[in-house]
């Protein structure tokens, strides 16, 4: 009993962190067709923001006060990065699918190989706070606190993307870009303009699920941000393409099966089993994944 | 050109508030439209006709920028070449697009607040000419009959000031009532606004259309009074390839 | 959608660039030639293919140094094992552009069928024991299979997605083989080739020349196949499809098979030049099965430009190239002066890689051998 509830707590941690790296995909996907594969760099970026924050900050300064700002700075620096990207790289290419996701590539490889270059390709530990560090005990399971703040992230961002989508007029705009932005365009609406926004909100939440994914790590490397990018696809796909709600969904069942996988069967069972998921959900239910709203 | 109305010109004759001067279209490999020119004047409805396939739709496109093309347009006397579709919408077009393309996923009211974020379905145009409309305000526009996501549609361009309507075949696939009642808003809208209109069922075209014009095979074949064509059973045979099979739809 | 080769026609067009593959020329060739001229313009299109073939086989006879160019003598173990290299990445590049480039599969799922060459090659001579005449085709027969599984489910969903879910049963390879189950694999060290299993030309430092003319043999073979299936009818809605999809699905081409189709043959070529990596490079390596290995492809494909044989094989090979030389960029003195963390980056090669890479897709979309052609039909002109 107290294993099961270990394995549902650890699993839901990590399927937060999925949600809220794969929250910034699943709304640019949907909004804007664009397969963001600089979203990896976006988190490793962030990532790296807090890291170096924290070590700038005096060090008597509390962990949890330093990382605060650290988190700032990621979320900050995400927004800063995904707004430039858009601008600079994406928009001119509007229309041109593939060359978008090119171009997202080429900057993955040399995002990835500039940060390898400058901090090297070592893992650097980082602070943690030490009640983060600490346990719960609940049910007779120890329960890893981060995963808690994990959780209440997740579940403060998913709040705030509902409430964004469903009480705004830039929610209301995106609602109807995901469904059809050429309709969008042709009602006289400057869809540009929220791509741009769209791509920076991704970018934020990118800065700030690479803080909290080197904190569950307890380090920072420039490759971090591509393999928890890879997982981020996948709920991507199995959430829907593009709806945040099925994104929060997979993200809770990813992060379940991983982790439940990994300790009944064998520890690296957990990542196979994702992948299979994945293929059964294309084998039972291809049409739905071509794209839904919230 | 007059600094009271622009739209008169100096002989007193009414400008037309947009032309078409050569315009061609290429989608991957084909050519669609081959040098279409064509005046829409700024009174009443202007039908555009023609089989399918001949590229109606696709004029239409290219005059809001959804479609790459050549050649000159102008609405109200300006080029409105290069400037993004949100642009041109806002410099005066309505666009009702064939398939109607309303968002399925949001309500009735979301649909009309994303053109008029204050109004919505309390817009006095909107509780005018679509009553229907009002008491369906929070439901799903995706759940709504075809003929009532077309009266979304219409609504929804009609919140905004226009130069200029483009509607894209209105009655497509509704119910002969209906196809009376969206003719009953589109004769009404078109008393203070020009309306372009591509549509299949002439006794409608014949009721409510001015003037028409016909293509073919991507180029104008044809221009005139609404009444000289449909009268005509042999040219409307040979232009369109049908005859008056749907009397008394309208 | 517009795909990344729009701006390619059909290589069956006669023509005179190397490759035949650009519209402008197609468009200025006379269309009513004779059969005769034709036949000839066909050999003096094979001409430079022929040419170089002749020169790269030469090789291993050119004893004369390039320094900064080649590390030693031209024939010398370290040149001929770069070279080698660099061949064996061109022809995976020129099999990944079968998928890429001509029917307009942007899959991120490539490097497993190359890994899956590699792998079930070592694993069969040295887990299985069984003799390299066996094993090649054993691998080769497996990794296509698993291509026709793979593809199978991947083509459920289009672009975008198919990309996506590529690259996640990529990403599985990749744990599979870094988990190293029953000690198969070898995990993050690789398995090494069983030397007492291959023929000894192909062993040994000395033996370097042996294995680049294996390379060069596995490019020729790729390229021969690459240009046998776009000639074929199959090549042909191979191209309907990238060009567009519905238009080839209104045409009659069942374009699921299609694309199985390529995916199938992409992949055995792939595993083909797996196969040939792990003999080249003595053993399999896991940086095969990254997710980093299949964005090279695509970005070497891109490169040298998609949906032609010269732009894949010239990409992979000078991406192999710069991917190994480029280090020396950093010590080099025009540099000295930069700050510490400019030089820093510069000293990563793949940042340079990718920096020119996002350059080469706004400025030269139809890559560099595109943009190579058009020069020479420029200049050809006046």
Not at chain 3, 70 to 91: E, F, K
Request: charged share 15%; hydrophobic share 50%; proline share 4%.
């Amino acid at each position: 009993m107290s294993d099961l509830v270990l394995l549902l707590v650890t699993g839901l941690g990590l399927g937060a962190l999925y949600f809220i790296a794969a929250s910034g995909l699943s709304l640019i996907y949907g909004l804007m067709g664009v397969l963001n594969f600089a979203h990896g760099v976006f988190m490793t970026a962030g990532s790296y923001a807090a890291w170096l924050t924290m070590g700038a900050l005096p060090a008597a300064w509390p962990v949890a006060g330093r990382l605060g700002v650290g988190v700032v700075a990621a979320i900050a620096l995400g927004a800063v990065v995904g707004l430039v990207v858009e601008v600079v790289l994406i928009r001119p290419l509007y229309r041109h699918h593939i060359q978008q996701v090119l171009v997202t590539v080429g900057l993955s490889l040399a995002g990835v190989a500039a940060a390898q270059g400058i901090w090297g390709a070592d893992p650097r530990p980082v602070d943690k706070p030490v009640w983060m560090s600490g346990t719960t005990e609940v049910l007779g399971a120890r329960l890893p606190n981060d995963r808690f703040v994990y959780l209440l992230v997740a579940l403060a961002l998913f709040g705030g993307l509902l409430a964004l989508l469903h009480l705004t007029r830039l929610g209301l705009v995106i609602r109807a870009g995901v469904e059809n932005r050429t309709m969008v365009e042709a009602l006289g609406i400057n869809v540009h303009r929220t791509f741009t926004i769209v791509f920076a909100l991704g970018g934020a939440a990118a800065g700030l699920a690479g803080v909290l994914y080197s904190q569950y790590a307890g380090a920072v490397s420039p490759a971090q941000g591509g393999s928890l990018l890879i997982f981020a696809f996948i709920v991507v796909v199995i959430g829907g393409m593009g709806s945040l709600t099925g994104t929060a969904v997979a993200a809770v069942v990813v992060g379940l099966v991983q982790q439940l996988a990994n300790y009944y069967a064998a520890s690296g069972v957990g990542d196979l089993s994702v992948v299979l998921l994945l293929a059964l959900v294309l084998l039972l239910r291809p049409t739905s994944l071509k794209g839904a709203t919230a | 050109m007059s600094d009271q109305n622009p739209s008169v010109g100096g002989d007193g004759a009414v400008l037309p508030v947009l032309s078409l001067d050569d315009v061609h279209v290429r989608y991957g490999g084909s050519h669609i439209l081959q040098g279409v020119s064509f005046d829409v004047p700024a009174t009443g409805v202007t039908a555009l006709l023609g089989r399918n396939g001949v590229g109606k739709t696709t004029t239409l496109r290219s005059i809001i920028g959804l479609a790459p093309r050549t050649g000159r347009i102008l609405l109200q006397g300006r080029e409105i070449q290069g400037l993004t579709t949100a642009r041109i919408v806002r410099g005066g077009i309505g666009y009702v697009p064939e398939d109607r393309e309303v968002f399925g996923g949001l309500t009735v009211d979301e649909n009309l607040r994303l053109v008029d974020p204050v109004r919505g379905v309390d817009a006095d145009v909107v509780a005018r000419l679509f009553p229907d409309l009002v008491p369906r305000r929070a439901q799903r526009a995706g759940t709504l009959s075809g003929g009532q996501q077309q009266m979304v549609a219409l609504a929804r361009v009609l919140l905004r000031e226009n130069a200029l309507l483009l509607v894209d075949e209105p009655t497509k696939g509704l119910a002969p009532k209906l196809v009376t009642e969206v003719a009953d808003v589109l004769a009404e809208v078109a008393r203070t606004t020009p309306v372009l209109l591509v549509e299949q069922n002439l006794p409608l075209v014949r009721r409510i259309a001015d003037r028409v014009v016909v293509l073919d095979a991507g180029t104008v074949v044809h221009r005139g009074a609404a009444a000289d064509l449909v009268a005509d059973a042999d040219l409307t045979r040979e232009l369109l390839g049908v005859s008056m099979r749907r009397e008394g739809a309208a | 959608m517009t795909s990344p080769t729009d701006h390619l026609t059909d290589t069956h067009t006669p023509s005179v660039t190397p490759d035949g593959e650009g519209e402008a020329t197609a468009s200025t060739t006379p269309t009513a030639s004779g059969e005769g001229s034709h036949a000839a313009r066909r050999v003096v299109r094979a001409l430079p293919a022929v040419v170089g073939l002749a020169v790269l086989a030469y090789l291993p006879y050119v004893p004369i140094e390039l320094p900064g160019v080649l590390p030693g003598r031209v024939n010398g173990p370290g040149s001929m094992q770069l070279l080698a290299t660099c061949l064996v990445i061109g022809g995976i590049a020129l099999s990944y552009d079968v998928l890429f480039g001509r029917t307009g599969l942007l899959s991120f799922g490539h490097a497993l069928f190359v890994a899956a060459g590699s792998y079930l090659l070592t694993i069969s001579l040295s887990t299985w024991a069984l003799p390299l005449a066996l094993a090649v085709p054993v691998a080769l027969g497996l990794s296509t299979l698993l291509a026709v599984v793979v593809g199978g489910i991947a083509l459920r969903v289009g672009g975008i997605a198919f990309a996506m879910v590529t690259l996640a049963f990529a990403q599985a390879a990749s744990i599979i083989v870094m988990r190293n189950p029953g000690g198969v694999t070898g995990g993050e060290e690789g398995r090494p080739l069983d030397r007492a299993a291959v023929p000894d030309v192909l062993v040994g430092v000395a033996n370097a020349p042996y294995r680049f003319w294996l390379a060069l043999a596995f490019v020729v073979v790729a390229w021969a196949v690459v240009t046998l299936l776009v000639r074929s009818r199959a090549g042909h809605a191979m191209a309907a499809v990238r060009e567009n999809e519905q238009r080839a699905a209104v045409l009659g081409f069942g374009t699921y098979r299609v694309k199985l189709l390529a995916i199938v043959v992409g992949s055995f070529l792939g595993a083909l030049g797996g196969v040939v990596h792990a003999l080249v490079l003595g053993g399999s390596n896991p940086h095969l099965t990254t997710s980093e290995f299949t964005l090279s492809l695509l970005v070497m494909v891109v490169l040298g430009g998609a949906g032609s044989r010269w732009g894949a094989v010239i990409g992979g090979v000078l991406y192999t190239y710069a991917d190994a030389r480029l280090v020396e960029v950093s010590n080099a003195a025009v540099l000295q002066d930069l700050p510490v963390v400019v030089r820093q980056v510069l000293s990563q090669p793949l940042f340079i890689l990718g920096v020119f890479f996002v350059v080469v897709v706004y400025f030269a979309p139809s890559g560099l051998t595109g943009l190579g052609g058009r020069l020479i039909r420029r200049s050809g002109s006046r």
